[in-house]
């Protein structure tokens, strides 16, 4: 017994360096020993281990319940090599730098919709649409949307709910078109009050609201008087500058609380006392008694051709255009006339008239229009 264990150990000591062995076990059983290893394995103190090389194409079959599963790997690094497989499951290793790094969306083109399941997307340079940008609201259950879209050279704000452009800026000329606007405050943070005003406070063009009393060249009052009553108003001949004279009627007393400016505009009709004068004279704005912008006049009364019953011959009435600028209070302002010259055949008239009303029934050049030669004035008031 001892002599066959002997045997045996001297054996498996020394098969590694031996031919194919077949031995005896104490069992009376023969064993073949082939001490020859490959395909991966390799042999080291007597021991077969994985490691050696390859020298036949090898498969390893799993199945859902025969998986393979390698632990205790260490971590990897970013220059390390990605290992891959092929259509037939080869085994391979990849350069990790030949994938650029990072996943290269601009490789891909989609098949379907990208749900991005409420997850951000960041860090976009440049984003290009080509139809329509929707933008619906944080309460799902309002399905209304805008959406921004371009069509024919004009970048529209679709609202949804109204089935409209809420904005429209064209590109051919940089017009943008509102269909509704509200300025809730402005710059200076101030709310409008009613009947206020968007104004320019500077070249930047920032926007206030101002009341219209307080903005410049807003008309804010008018105000009209005609002359009427009988008789007629005698004007004396006078060669003295000064000499002016109301006219009955054109009186206007006005009233304003900040600097203004005032348009005075209106007409006269004057003529002669006596049939067949001519005369000459201006007509002028006062405006608390200080004159502006005299306008000169001349008439011949009588009539055509000297014929009785031909047609009245009159001057016409006399414009005037007056603008004067006030300061806050209380402001008289008159049309007054002056004349200096009233002839017939070298003899001098003492007096000039300006119309008012012809007697009802009488001709007298308005063919009983009352009112027709009537002088006027009106006053429009507009801030400074």
């Given at each position: 017994m001892k002599k066959i264990t002997y045997l045996l150990l001297l054996i498996q000591s020394g098969?590694?360096?031996?031919?194919?062995?077949?031995?005896?076990?104490?069992?009376?059983?023969?064993?073949?020993?082939?001490?020859?290893?490959?395909?991966?394995?390799?042999?080291?103190?007597?021991?077969?281990?994985?490691?050696?090389?390859?020298?036949?194409?090898?498969?390893?079959?799993?199945?859902?319940?025969?998986?393979?599963?390698?632990?205790?790997?260490?971590?990897?690094?970013?220059?390390?090599?990605?290992?891959?497989?092929?259509?037939?499951?080869?085994l391979k290793s990849v350069a990790r730098s030949s994938f650029g790094g990072n996943d290269n969306l601009g490789n891909h083109i989609a098949t379907m919709d990208l749900n991005m399941s409420n997850k951000n997307i960041t860090n976009i340079y440049n984003a290009y649409i080509k139809n329509d940008f929707q933008i619906f609201d944080r309460i799902t259950s309002n399905t209304n949307y805008f959406g921004l879209y371009k069509?024919?050279?004009?970048?529209?704000?679709?609202?949804?709910?109204?089935?409209?452009?809420?904005?429209?800026?064209?590109?051919?000329?940089?017009?943008?078109?509102?269909?509704?606007?509200?300025?809730?405050?402005?710059?200076?943070n101030k709310t409008?009050?009613?009947?206020?005003?968007?104004?320019?406070?500077?070249?930047?063009?920032?926007?206030?609201?101002?009341?219209?009393?307080?903005?410049?060249?807003?008309?804010?009052?008018?105000?009209?008087?005609?002359?009427?009553?009988?008789?007629?108003?005698?004007?004396?001949?006078?060669s003295t500058i000064?000499?002016?004279?109301?006219?009955?009627?054109?009186?206007?007393?006005?009233?304003?609380?900040?600097?203004?400016?005032?348009?005075?505009?209106?007409?006269?009709?004057?003529?002669?006392?006596?049939?067949?004068?001519?005369?000459?004279?201006?007509?002028?704005?006062?405006?608390?008694?200080?004159?502006?912008?005299?306008?000169?006049?001349?008439?011949?009364?009588?009539?055509?051709?000297?014929?009785s019953g031909g047609l009245v011959r009159l001057g016409s009435t006399v414009p005037v255009n007056t603008v004067v600028d006030v300061e806050p209070g209380t402001h008289t302002i008159k049309l007054r006339v002056r004349a200096w010259a009233s002839y017939i055949g070298g003899i001098s008239n003492s007096t000039i008239k300006h119309r008012i009303n012809p007697t009802t029934g009488s001709y007298l050049g308005s063919f009983n229009e009352t009112g027709a030669q009537a002088p006027n004035m009106t006053v429009l008031v507009y801030t400074k």
């Open positions: 098969f590694l360096t031996a031919q194919t062995k077949t031995v005896v076990t104490q069992f009376g059983e023969k064993v073949s020993i082939n001490p020859y290893v490959n395909n991966g394995l390799e042999t080291n103190n007597g021991y077969i281990q994985l490691g050696g090389a390859l020298t036949k194409p090898s498969i390893l079959t799993t199945t859902p319940n025969f998986t393979l599963a390698f632990t205790g790997l260490q971590a990897g690094g970013a220059s390390d090599n990605v290992l891959v497989t092929d259509a037939s499951g080869v069509t024919q050279g004009k970048l529209g704000i679709w609202n949804n709910a109204k089935s409209a452009n809420a904005l429209t800026i064209d590109e051919n000329t940089n017009t943008t078109t509102l269909q509704s606007a509200a300025i809730a405050k402005g710059t200076d409008p009050v009613p009947g206020s005003v968007a104004t320019a406070a500077d070249t930047n063009g920032n926007v206030i609201w101002t009341a219209t009393s307080e903005v410049t060249g807003v008309l804010v009052g008018a105000y009209n008087v005609t002359g009427s009553g009988l008789p007629l108003q005698d004007i004396p001949i006078s000064n000499d002016y004279y109301d006219i009955n009627g054109l009186t206007l007393s006005i009233t304003v609380t900040k600097p203004s400016r005032l348009v005075v505009v209106g007409s006269v009709l004057v003529t002669s006392s006596s049939a067949g004068y001519t005369g000459q004279g201006s007509i002028a704005t006062f405006v608390d008694g200080v004159k502006y912008n005299p306008n000169y006049y001349s008439f011949f009364d009588g009539y055509a051709n000297g014929a």
